[in-house]
């Protein structure tokens, strides 16, 4: 039985020969000096031919397999027990949050032996890594799946969406979801087009620092999403991550107006054009001005239409990809001009043949702050003309989801309206001054 | 007790802050700051392991769970030390520094250096962990006739400077956070005073050789691991100056004989590791009405009494063969760290206004017997059961002997309890950086240009540079050593004179308060380029330092000013013809004597403004004409 993960050729052969296995204790003579410690497995990112040992003292090596003349055996490795903590005793009375894992950690446990990191999502984990949980709610865990949300495709936005209508019919007071930061803005814009006027909170959240250090904002996060869905103040869905690089307040952000500005801060996502909804402070909630009252029925629409693009303008840009997306039978273009909404006029013609086929294609900014208009310059009226659609504020995102909802879920016909109808305060009515 | 069991033995680790131009894993250089501060708060949390339990020592810090202020000089921080951006590559600067160093003591560099995260919550990290990195294992230092085997070297993140502390939150400064320290760990030696200091001394100077460590107070910081009974090590962390590490070591060396003695009166009185009984219990009421000021204070604020039995400990609590060893005070330490102000124990007591009468009710309640003691412990109910915990341990402890912890030295030589040492080192692997190998390139590279020894530099100063033997040493242990070193080759000034300024002048101007650390290498690089063209005098090196100092001057500044109130030859030669013409009778009287005269009126003139030796060649020429 040799599992030798990682390792390959001449350092696997050495491996092989000395008859070890990982985390057996070994010791190592080469060429100059000799070392005795834990055999690892083999790193990702590294060359073949070097073994890795963790030493008595903790630190890991890497040795060179080609300066060994002789690695021996010391003693047989002990594998990891896991033992996992009790349940603590929560009130039955506390509201029944589900927290759903798509594969962002938002906790971990560290085995020292080797330098795992494995992630921790059963309840009884939760709980013993956050215990603050227990005050507020009754969690039941889900792991949904477990992809780095880069990985992610529109087919996940519909599985994510028929596990939360499955926990709502179960009972959940109120949802969480676990979700990695590279693509969370685009999960809560489609979530909250499919699960409109959702009858409880849903709130998606993460950690931007990984969950195994100490300083991960993670456990801040989730506590103050629990909170959150815990007292019931809003439905719908939402986006929960801190407002500063501090650990005190987390924002609720509107799902379809929040997006990552930042590749590694705490603070990276931001609401664009609108405040957040909420702030949770120190277990504290306090609603801002925008949030809306919805009495409205609850009808989930949950598919996506993949083949939908969005393109992002710049000088130079070349417009037979406009005519290949026709060729490719996309669906619909979300262009991302430049200003109150332009792209060189020499487009043009591709964008018409476009819309000829039978194409939307709608208009935002690269902007990203501020509104689109057509009507103010010439290259902006060329486009109305031909049929472009603008689409005020929107977010570029937000809109490439949008399209994708629209033609997942409604006939060609009815596209252009659903696109700019406000359905779920993906527009905002009034620009405000001094944001 | 029977010493022949135990040998006190000492185990080195000497931590250098090197003087590399970035931090460890940024940009940033952590001595230049520029007064523009970011504030922040943050909570570190404990981490898991596998066994689905927080380590001790990690556990023992999160039983406060503080918030962390810190301030982030924006000079010499960025989003790295603030943990909001992932660590840059690791410093070739300070990897070559490190390497340099373990060649000379004969280490062997590891093949592939994987940096490690290793677990630290008391906030002084940003993380919550500080990178380290094993560079090279083996080697030995030759200090005269002993030689010292090297465990290791590594490389790896200076913390954070502490600024304030209380029970609810810490203060940290950012600046110091992730500069490079090289760490080399030495192996355990038998103890003799006058080594010890001799390793430390030379192993000191042995990297000073590279002219690329840090100088100053605080750069250099000893840890030392002391046991006598071979098994249980007691770590000191921190150790500042030389001169209190024999006195740390010989208390030590006391405190744990202290320790053993105590364990061998307890087996002598009957008690065994299972049959220990320990117990405690609330005593509030006994003192309702008693005169101690101390815990009626206590009593007033709501506060809680508890005694905890102590079976067999007459006489050991308060044992103190040699000042500061008695088992007392490590237990007081121990729920300081709680937040709580001391203990009252048995062998003390009565006093403090506490009275025969109130011990002998806490003894009945507890059950005592001839020979038991006991422990009180006053405060706030809120955290006592975690400290009634930990002192019970500690007692528990005593027959095992010596408990391994980590210490802190005091400034006369003591340690205090710090906290118990993690059971294994809690360290994982650092992913954000990929392993670095070292390459034979490299190694021939370094190995090709190694610094020459300490002898060697001091006698190359002496013999070949001209200095004398007090500047030679004070210009190698200083921070300006290779500043010295490329100004003697750049600039046509005697080097006695530069290595003067640079190490008496300066020493002279920070003594009196003065912030000299601010002045960089390149301004001081400047002062004397100018002394060299004539635009500074000789003699005003000290002013320019202290008006750049007291007045926040900018050299460039000063610089153009004595550029413009420059006096040119001309103007000098007017100036000492007045002076001769006013002194013309006296020059009559007494010929080429009354140059002193003239000289001393001269100066007054001119001092600060031109050499003294241009001023007298000038009055000699013009003397004789």
Known sequence: MSELSGYKNESLKILNNAGVSIGDLIKIITKTTEYSGNLLPRYEYSEENYIVIKLSNGYNIGIDARNITNIQKIMSGEKPKFSPPEKPNVKESLPKIAILGTGGTIASRIDYKTGAVNPAFSAEELYSIIPELSTYANINTELISNIASEQMNPEDWTNIAEKVIEKINEGNQGIIIGHGTDTMAYTSAALSFALKNCPIPVIITGAQRSTDRPSSDASLNMISSVIMASKKVLNGVYLAMHTSIEDNEVSIHSGTRVRKNHTSRRDAFQSIGIDPIAIVDHGKVTVGEESIENNSKFDPKIKFEENVSLLKFHPGFNTEMIDKLIELDVKGIILEGTGLGHVNSRCNKSIKKAIDNGMFVGMTSQCLHGRIKMTVYSAGRDLLSIGVIPLEDMLPETALVKLMWAYGNYENKEIKDIMIKNIAREYTERSILGR | ?625
């Open chain 2, 1 to 625: 007790m029977d010493k022949k069991n135990y040998e006190l033995k000492v185990g080195l680790e000497i931590h250098q802050q090197l003087a590399s131009s970035t931090k460890l894993f940024c940009n940033c250089n952590g001595f230049n700051v520029n007064g523009n501060e970011v504030y922040f708060k943050r909570i570190l949390r404990p981490t898991q392991s596998e066994l689905g339990k927080t380590d001790p020592a990690a556990l023992f810090e999160s039983k406060k769970s503080k918030q962390m202020n810190y301030i982030a000089d924006t000079n010499t921080s960025c989003l790295v030390e603030a943990d909001e951006e992932p660590p840059h590559e690791i410093s070739q600067e300070a990897l070559d520094i490190a390497l340099t160093i373990s060649y000379l003591l004969g280490s062997e560099p590891v093949d592939e250096i994987h940096v490690m995260r290793k677990l630290v919550i008391d906030g002084s990290n940003t993380t919550g962990f500080q990178r380290t990195v094993i560079i090279a294992t083996g080697g030995e230092l030759h200090v005269r006739d002993l030689t010292v085997p090297v465990l290791s070297i590594s490389l790896e993140e200076d913390a954070s400077r502490i600024i304030n502390k209380n029970k609810e939150e810490s203060t940290y400064s950012l600046d110091r956070l992730s500069i490079p320290l090289i760490e080399i760990t030495l192996a355990p030696m038998k103890f003799k005073k006058e080594e010890t200091e001799k390793i430390a001394l030379t192993l000191g100077r042995l990297m000073r050789t590279t002219g690329k460590v840090a100088r100053g107070i605080g750069t250099i910081r000893q840890d030392v691991n002391i046991s006598i009974d071979g098994k249980n090590i007691i770590e000191v962390k921190g150790v500042q100056q030389l001169n209190i590490l024999t006195d740390i070591i010989e208390f030590e060396n006391q405190r744990q004989s202290n320790l053993i003695k105590i364990k061998e009166k307890l087996i002598e009185r009957g008690i065994k590791e299972d049959n220990f009984n320990i117990k405690s219990t609330e005593i509030t009421n006994i003192f309702n009405n008693t005169n101690s000021k101390l815990i009626k204070k206590v009593l007033e604020g709501n506060g809680k009494i508890i005694a905890i039995k102590a079976p067999k400990f007459r006489g050991l609590i308060g044992k103190e063969d040699h000042k500061g060893t008695r088992l007392g005070r490590d237990i007081s330490s121990l729920v300081k760290f709680f937040g709580f102000g001391g203990i009252f124990h048995s062998d003390e007591l009565p006093n403090y206004g506490i009275t025969e009468d109130e011990c002998k009710r806490v003894t009945d309640k507890l059950e005592n017997e001839k020979d038991d003691g006991f422990i009180i412990l006053t405060g706030d109910a809120e955290n006592m059961d975690v400290a009634v915990k930990s002192i019970e341990n500690r007692l528990l402890q005593c027959i095992i002997g010596i408990p391994a912890e980590t210490r802190m030295p005091t400034e006369d030589g003591m340690t205090n309890f710090m906290r118990p040492r993690p059971g294994s080192a809690r360290m994982y692997p650092e992913t954000d950086i990929i392993p670095v190998k070292i390459y034979e390139e490299k190694r021939i590279a370094i190995k090709e240009s190694l610094p020459r020894s300490y002898e060697e530099q001091i006698d190359n100063y002496k013999q070949n540079i001209g200095l004398n033997d007090k500047l030679s040493v004070q210009i190698f242990d200083s921070k300006y050593k290779a500043l010295f070193e490329k100004l003697i080759k750049e600039v046509n000034i005697p080097a006695n004179y530069i290595a003067a300024q640079l190490t008496e002048t300066m020493i002279k101007l920070s003594r009196n308060k003065l912030n000299v650390t601010r002045i960089t290498d390149i301004e001081l690089g400047k002062i004397f380029k100018e002394i060299e063209s004539g635009i500074i005098a000789k003699e005003s090196f000290e002013t320019i330092i202290e008006d750049m100092c007291r007045n926040d001057k900018k050299i460039d500044e000063i610089i153009n000013e004595m550029k413009e109130n420059r006096l040119t030859d001309k103007d000098i030669e007017k100036i000492i013809l007045k002076i001769i013409d006013m002194k013309k009778e006296i020059i009559k009287e007494k010929g080429n004597d009354s140059f002193s005269i003239l000289m001393g009126e001269a100066m007054k003139q001119l001092r600060g403004k031109v050499d003294g030796k241009i001023v007298s060649d000038k009055i000699q020429k013009l003397l004789n004409n």
